[in-house]
């Protein structure tokens, strides 16, 4: 072989070297790249992640906490404690994310704040249980308080019943007689309507001691069968008990001392003026009825 053959062969050989050490180095240059590239990826793709996932926990943890509101006012004051924590959190993530350059510090302080928020939540639907549950205590107490006010209540106006049913006077022994006028003046009974100049009225007022002794008001009051009230000398009106209004036929004060006291009250008119059926004749003391009888006239 002479001498310019070899000299060509050799500088061939030299370019294939170089021309393989510059792929070599352009293949490495690359993988270099794409591993970058790919790391930086990775990175940028966790931090939205963590930034997504932050979000998510806000949203969440707003949602989760305000459906408590309005049940108690003492859970409403907790939640707008949390409202206010739960605020400062995002500006404080927010505050992160705008002055950390490096990328994976800033994730792992983003991953750190995610878990402080979900700290946050669990701490504060601890307190909301906690809260609910007293509040269930509370009220059931409550509800047994004012069950035995009530039945305390109930057995007071039952005492207070009894008693004033005890202290009403009653009366006993009523007797009536209708009487006719002679030119004399004087009274002799009769039983014919047309001949009726007055109804007499006695009766027993019982003996009581747990009436307060003192003034008491008797009412008389004779209906006649047309359903009007006699209206006698000594007429008069009151109100009873039920506040109802009633026109008296007669009435009287009497002194009472909590012993037996007979009395009499009567209708009476110079004309004849009472037609034939039956009356109704009702005695009240003190604006009570405490007794009812009828009456006929012929």
Not at 47 to 65: H, K, P, V, W
Not at 189 to 199: D, M, P
Not at 259 to 283: H, M, P, W
């Amino acid at each position: 072989m002479n001498e310019p053959q070899k000299s060509n062969k050799n500088t061939l050989s030299l370019v294939l070297l170089l021309l393989i050490a510059s792929l070599g180095a352009n293949f490495y240059q690359w993988r270099n790249h794409t591993s970058t590239v790919t790391e930086y990826t990775n990175q940028v793709d966790s931090m939205n992640t963590a930034g997504i996932d932050i979000q998510r926990e806000l949203e969440s943890i707003n949602m989760e906490l305000e459906k408590y509101r309005g049940i108690a006012g003492n859970l409403d004051t907790l939640l707008n404690d949390a409202n206010a924590k739960i605020a400062k959190q995002e500006q404080k993530i927010k505050k992160i994310m705008a002055e950390e350059k490096d990328k994976t510090q800033l994730n792992k302080k983003l991953k750190a704040e995610l878990e402080e928020l979900k700290k946050l939540r669990e701490e504060y639907l601890d307190q909301i249980d906690n809260l609910m549950a007293e509040n269930k205590a509370l009220k059931t107490e409550n509800s047994d308080l004012t069950t035995k006010v009530e039945n305390l209540n109930e057995q007071k106006n039952m005492l207070e019943s009894k008693v004033t049913t005890a202290s009403q006077l009653k009366v006993e022994y009523l007797k009536l007689n209708s009487y006719k006028k002679r030119n004399s003046g004087k009274y002799v009974e009769s039983v014919l309507a047309k001949r009726t100049n007055k109804i007499d009225v006695c009766f027993t007022v019982m003996d009581n001691k747990i009436t307060p002794p003192g003034d008491k008001m008797v009412y008389l009051v004779i209906t006649e069968p047309t359903g009007k009230t006699l209206m006698g000398y000594t007429k008069a009106q009151f109100t009873t008990v039920d506040n109802v209004a009633v026109d008296a036929t007669a009435s009287q004060k009497i002194n009472y001392t909590g012993e037996k006291q007979d009395l009499c009250l009567a209708f009476e008119n110079e004309e004849r003026i009472l037609e034939s059926g039956t009356y109704t004749i009702n005695v009240y003391m003190e604006n009570v009825l405490v007794h009812q009888s009828t009456y006929v006239l012929k």
